[in-house]
C-alpha cells in the first residue's frame, strides 16, 4: 500500500498545540503565521492506526484499563525488527509520555541538589523538568564544527566524576541536532556513565525516524545492556500520537526497574492510546518508511532551497529526526532580530536556538515534517525577509 504525505490535515481550529496556540511561543503569531515549531507532523495518521481506535471506541466502554501481555509482546517485537534489538517484555513499562518518564527517572534516580548532565543545545524540556524537581543543571556542551556534532568526552568524564552527578540524560537521536550517536560514541557514554554511578537515561523518542539507510542502535544493544541504562521511547514522534500520552521506558536492570513500580504503582492506561500503539507496531512498518522517504526529500528539498535562495544559511542533513538545524550565524543579526524577521516580516514560527541552551546562539529549528508544499511555501516566506538583511 502507497501512503499519501502530499495531503495536509485540517489542523487550524482543532485541538492542535502547534496551529492554535502559537502565541504561547510568539506574541506576533496570527491566523496567517504559518507553524514549523512544537514537534508533531503535519500529516494524518496511518489509516490502520485511526481503524483501531475506532474500533476501540465503537466497544462504547472505557472503564480501567490494562496492558495486555500482547501488548508488550508486540512492542518487544517491534524494537527486534526495527532495530535488531532483544527486549524481554517483562522490562517494558508504560509511561503517559516521555516528559512523564523523564520526571519519574529523575525522581527515582537522583536526590534534591544533584546535578543532572545534559548535551546542550538540546530539547528545551530536559532543563525545565530538572529545574522544576530541584536538581541542578550541568551542562556537557556538544562541540560543533562545520554543522557537525561531537560529544566532548574529557568534559563528560569530568562531569560525571562529581559524586553530586547522579544522573545523565541522553537525546538519542538528538534534538535539536539530529545526531544518531553511533556505536563508537554509546559505548563511551554508557562507560562513562557506568563507572562512576551515573544513571544514564537515554531518550530515543526520535529513534524511528532516521534517514533511510540509517538504523538506530539504541544505547543498551550497543553495550549489550547494562543495569545503570534505561530507555525510553514510543509512537508519540513516530506515528504523530504524541496527544495519546503513552510511551515506553525499557530496563536493563532489575534495580531501577523495581524502583519505577514503587514510585508509578499500578499503570491503567488510556484504552484507545494502546490500541493504536498495537495497530502501529503490529501494522506500522510501511507507513513509517514511506513517512521516512517523504522527509528525506523534504530535508534535500530544503538544503537544495537555500543554497539557490538563502545561501548564507547553512544546512546539514543530519541522519534522524524532522529537524532541520539551520545554521544563521553568518548575518550580522542577534537571535532576538531573527526571532523577529522569523514571525513579522516572514510570518513563519521556529524555534530559536537560544531555547536550547548553550551553543544554540546563532541557530534556528524548522520542524520539517509536513507537505512539500507547505515547506515551500514557508521556505519562500523565509527568502524573501531575510533576502533584505545582510
Ligand atoms: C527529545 C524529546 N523528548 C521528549 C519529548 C516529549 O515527548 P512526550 O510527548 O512523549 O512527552 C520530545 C518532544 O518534542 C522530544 O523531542
Not at 502530499?6 to 485541538?15: E, L
Not at 554509546?186 to 563507572?195: E, H, P, Q
Request: aromatic letters at 10%; a negative charge; charged letters at 20%.
Amino acid at each position: 500500500m502507497t501512503y499519501n504525505f502530499t495531503k495536509a490535515p485540517n489542523r487550524k481550529g482543532a485541538y492542535a498545540g502547534k496551529w492554535t496556540a502559537m502565541t504561547l511561543w510568539s506574541p506576533h503569531a496570527n491566523e496567517h503565521t504559518l507553524p514549523f515549531w512544537v514537534a508533531d507532523m503535519d500529516f494524518d495518521v496511518a489509516p490502520q492506526i485511526t481503524d483501531a481506535m475506532k474500533s476501540e471506541i465503537d466497544r462504547l466502554t472505557f472503564g480501567y484499563s490494562v496492558a495486555t501481555p500482547q501488548y508488550f509482546e508486540v512492542t518487544s517485537a517491534w524494537l527486534n525488527r526495527r532495530y535488531g534489538w532483544e527486549v524481554s517484555p517483562s522490562n517494558i513499562r508504560i509511561a503517559s509520555g516521555t516528559l512523564h518518564a523523564i520526571s519519574t527517572m529523575i525522581k527515582i534516580a537522583s536526590k534534591q541538589d544533584d546535578g543532572i548532565i545534559v548535551q546542550t543545545p538540546v530539547y528545551h524540556k530536559f532543563a525545565e523538568l530538572v529545574t522544576k524537581h530541584g536538581r541542578t543543571v550541568v551542562e556537557n556542551p556538544l562541540v560543533e564544527q562545520d554543522g557537525e556534532y561531537d560529544i566532548n568526552f574529557a568534559q563528560l568524564e569530568e562531569l560525571a566524576s562529581q559524586p553530586n552527578n547522579s544522573l545523565m540524560l541522553l537525546c538519542h537521536p538528538h534534538n535539536p541536532v539530529g545526531c544518531a550517536w553511533t556505536q563508537e560514541e554509546l559505548v563511551k557514554v554508557a562507560d562513562i556513565c557506568g563507572r562512576h554511578n551515573v544513571t544514564l537515561v537515554s531518550d530515543e523518542i526520535h529513534s524511528d525516524l532516521t534517514r533511510m539507510g540509517v538504523t538506530h542502535l539504541p544505547v543498551s544493544k550497543a553495550v549489550g545492556g547494562a543495569p545503570h541504562i534505561v530507555t525510553l521511547n514510543g509512537t508519540g514522534k513516530t506515528f504523530n500520537l504524541a496527544g495519546m500520552h503513552i510511551s515506553h521506558a525499557i530496563f536493563d536492570g532489575e534495580e531501577l526497574r523495581n524502583k519505577w513500580d514503587a514510585e508509578i504503582g499500578l499503570t491503567l492506561p488510556n484504552p484507545v492510546s494502546m490500541a493504536a500503539v498495537e495497530a502501529a507496531y503490529t501494522k506500522g512498518d510501511e507507513w513509517v518508511d514511506g513517512l521516512r522517504n517523504t522527509l528525506d526529500g523534504n530535508f534535500e528539498f530544503t538544503q537544495a532551497y537555500l543554497a539557490k535562495h538563502l545561501p548564507k544559511v547553512k544546512m546539514t542533513i543530519p541522519n534522524a529526526t524532522y529537524f532541520a538545524w539551520l545554521d544563521f550565524r553568518a548575518f550580522d543579526l542577534t537571535d532576538a532580530q531573527i526571532d523577529e524577521i522569523m514571525i513579522k516580516e516572514a510570518n513563519i514560527l521556529l524555534e530559536g536556538g537560544p531555547a536550547f541552551g548553550t551553543g544554540g546562539e546563532g541557530w534556528q529549528r524548522l520542524n520539517l515534517a509536513c507537505t512539500h508544499s507547505q515547506l515551500e511555501e514557508g521556505l519562500k516566506r523565509m527568502c524573501a525577509a531575510f533576502a533584505n538583511y545582510k
